[in-house]
């Protein structure tokens, strides 16, 4: 039976809202020891910011206390936890992404990193196979 994303994912994470500022997300990240954070927008969640999106935004210019909100991800694109892990891979290579949130309905209930993959594949959850020259995962 393939793993599943409820078995690989992180049930804590960051949350901050849209109108949060750069600065303020970044202390929140900091005090709660995380590279990203969801965001969200009266609690529905719009994107992921990173702690190098941040770096470039104030790299960029961007003011200390601009809100997130134009930040983050664009374009969400969500798991559920019933879905493979070869189903996250699959998004993350599509989408070139690294991290993918958890929804169950319109509530947030995980994150997947690509951390938890590599994770999965060096406990031994997983197996990398190789298809038509792609990476895959499937369960162990």
């Given at each position: 039976m393939?793993?599943?994303?409820?078995q690989l994912m992180s049930t804590t994470f960051c949350t901050v809202e849209q109108s949060a500022t750069v600065a303020s997300v970044a202390r929140a990240m900091i005090d709660e020891d995380a590279g990203?954070?969801?965001v969200?927008?009266?609690g529905d969640v719009v994107g992921i910011l990173t702690d190098r999106s941040i770096v470039?935004?104030?790299?960029?210019?961007?003011s200390p206390d601009h809100p997130v909100g134009g930040l983050c991800t664009e374009d969400l694109v969500v798991l559920s936890p019933q879905d493979p892990a070869r189903e996250a891979v699959r998004i993350m290579e599509r989408h070139a992404l690294l991290r993918l949130p958890v929804m169950v309905g319109a509530e947030l209930v995980g994150i997947v990193r690509l951390s938890d993959l590599v994770t999965a594949i060096e406990r031994g959850l997983v197996t990398v196979t190789e298809t038509q020259g792609a990476g895959s995962?499937?369960?162990?």
């Open positions: 393939p793993t599943t994303i409820a990203d954070a969801v969200l927008d009266d470039r935004a104030l790299a960029a210019d961007a995962l499937e369960g162990a």
